[in-house]
């Protein structure tokens, strides 16, 4: 399918417009930093593009200020006290010198205990607990990945964990294979499970269209709810987006 984009700038703000071979116009601001993004179908103008931003405006304002300010942990040192997420709930980290190889474990409902070699350096300790972290994350999709594929009726597809600054998660959809944002691991399992969903119902529809929508309200009907939840919890330090 082809897919033109390009910007314009309304009322000093900057706005992607992106058509494609839609029926309607869709219009969202996308966290951490208020993104403003128009879907359009082909025959619709810039000018018309621009009333429809100008008639919004208000609404954009107000999302852009929640983006705004909007909780964000700051960078991670990953020492004794400090706090990390995890499937949604706070920790506090307690750091383990001398063990013989570095590892992680879950203490109880509020503490991760960080076992590493004595005079381990910050990038040594970050290294473990991303290692965790990805693991983690890797058990935890593995099942959804298994019962979603069943649900929806395709092939086990192809699957990945990766960093990605601008989406939760990405699919291949030739190669069938979909990765999914290391980040997850720091958001509730519901999220983790939408995203997936998500890029699954990619299979069937390449873009967001009215029909990528019904066939994702068909299979996970809650799906907006668990998309704010996503977006309303506390961001990284690093812009993520969606």
């Not at 593009?49 to 852009?64: E, F, P, S, Y």
């Not at 190669?175 to 720091?186: D, F, H, M, P």
């Not at 529809?205 to 068909?218: C, G, K, M, P, Y």
Request: proline share 5%.
């Amino acid at each position: 399918m082809s897919i033109e984009g390009h910007r314009i700038s309304v009322g000093g703000l900057d706005v992607e417009v992106v058509r494609k071979p839609i029926k309607n116009l869709h219009l969202g601001v996308y966290p951490p930093n208020g993104r403003i993004r128009v879907a359009a179908p082909f025959g619709v103008s810039d000018e018309a593009v621009r009333l429809a931003v100008v008639t919004r405006m208000g609404w954009i304002k107000r999302q852009q200020l929640k983006f705004e300010t909007q909780s964000r942990q700051s960078g991670r040192s990953y020492v004794s006290g400090e706090s990390h997420f995890f499937f949604g709930q706070r920790y506090r980290l307690n750091v383990i010198d001398g063990a013989p190889a570095g590892h992680v474990e879950l203490r109880n409902s509020r503490t991760l205990d960080l076992h590493v070699r004595k005079g381990s350096d910050r990038a040594t300790r970050e290294r473990v607990f991303q290692a965790w972290y990805r693991a983690e994350l890797r058990s935890r999709a593995a099942p959804f990945v298994a019962s979603w594929a069943d649900a929806c009726g395709v092939d086990l597809p192809q699957w990945g964990i990766k960093r990605m600054k601008t989406k939760w998660g990405n699919c291949n959809i030739e190669a069938k294979r979909i990765w999914l944002n290391l980040e997850l691991v720091k958001k509730p399992p519901q999220c983790l499970e939408y995203v997936i969903v998500h890029e699954l119902v990619h299979f069937f529809e390449r873009n967001h269209t009215d029909r990528f929508v019904a066939l994702l309200d068909q299979k996970l009907p809650h799906w907006r709810s668990i998309r704010d939840e996503l977006n309303s919890a506390p961001l990284a330090q690093e812009e993520w987006d969606t």
